[in-house]
């Protein structure tokens, strides 16, 4: 007899009504890396029910996932709204690879290699506009929200400014401390730069064919 397929677990039997997804079967990776209870997410269900798929979708365990479903559906859903048209579409920059964090050699293991991580590049509203949260063009008041909201829901939060490494994407994650309460959020708030005129140089002084000054 085929054997019968796995029962879905219980955080995704609950992420079904937030989320579209495939389950896959445990990551186990060299070292420390893998993961159980791994999903791929393919959209969050918003309350109307609309679809914002997530491209490339990522490869996370399914309550990270949650915690992105969550993230989207109660907070950026409406964050993004404020800039004039609705959310259609997250891109997505990493999920889960199996490597040290920031991608040095030898340093600790990263939460991407746990699935427990999510960078975010960019999001497009239904009126075709791109959104890059790491623009210091992009409204201040929207940049600000997210990072309050995804320091609320997130263990870590790091954009610009936090090490060099975060400046084209913002990274959330839901690591295990030692400390349950202890959280990171380094994201600089930037502005653009103010326009400054570079005075011409002065012009060069003419001379004749005889290379006399006039």
Known sequence: MPEAPPQPSACQAELGQRAVFVPLPPLVGPGSCGAPDVVRLE???MS?????????????RCTMAGAVADWVRADL???????GAPLKAIANYDSYDCRGMNRVAGAKLSEHGKANALDVRAFTLAD????????????????E???ASACARFKTVLGPGSDGYHEEHIHVDLAERHNSGYRICHWEIRVPAPN???????????????????
């Not at 075709?128 to 940049?143: C, E, K, L, Q, Y």
């Not at 400054?196 to 006039?214: I, K, Q, S, W």
């Open 196 to 214: 400054v005129d570079v005075p011409l140089p002065r012009p060069r002084p003419a001379f004749n064919l005889a290379g006399h000054r006039l």
């Open 145 to 147: 929200e997210m990072r």
């Open 77 to 83: 859903g409406q964050e993004l709204a404020g800039l």
């Open 128 to 143: 075709g506009r791109t959104v890059r949260p790491t623009d210091a063009a992009v409204s201040r008041t929207f940049r």
């Open 43 to 45: 959209a969050v269900i």
């Open 48 to 60: 109307d029910q609309r679809r914002v798929p997530v491209s490339p979708p990522p490869v996370l």
